[in-house]
């Protein structure tokens, strides 16, 4: 038996008009409405070692401590993505947060100070 992520494993959550384009891509492709269940969802998809998990910015907002406890494990690399309404911010925050913590600068802010 391998302790291995499958590497190959690729799921969306997030509401059905967010996420259901992303079923021609081959990924798996799962509806949550409301942050419980997308925490749910995130916490049985990492036992069973999926790779990478996208979940829209809106359900991640309010799952912080789900994504607090696997920021730090390789896998599974959990990415917030805009939803159908478009985006939050959230995804760009938490991408810029990781560039100023690898390198020691924020190499994607803005002059502005925006990200």
Request: hydrophobic share 45%.
């Amino acid at each position: 038996m391998s302790f291995m992520p499958d590497l190959h494993k690729v799921a969306v959550i997030g509401d059905r008009d967010s996420v259901l384009g992303f079923k021609a891509l081959g990924f798996s492709v799962v509806y949550a409405n409301e942050p419980a269940q997308a925490a749910q969802v995130i916490n049985r998809l990492a036992r069973e070692r999926c790779a990478v998990i996208f979940v829209t910015e809106r359900l991640a907002a309010g799952i912080p401590d789900t994504l607090e406890r696997y920021k730090a494990a390789l896998t599974p690399a959990i990415i917030p993505i805009p939803d159908s309404r478009g985006t939050t911010g959230l995804g760009m925050k938490k991408l810029s947060d990781n560039v100023e913590k690898a390198i020691g600068v924020n190499i994607l802010r803005s002059e502005e100070g925006d990200t």
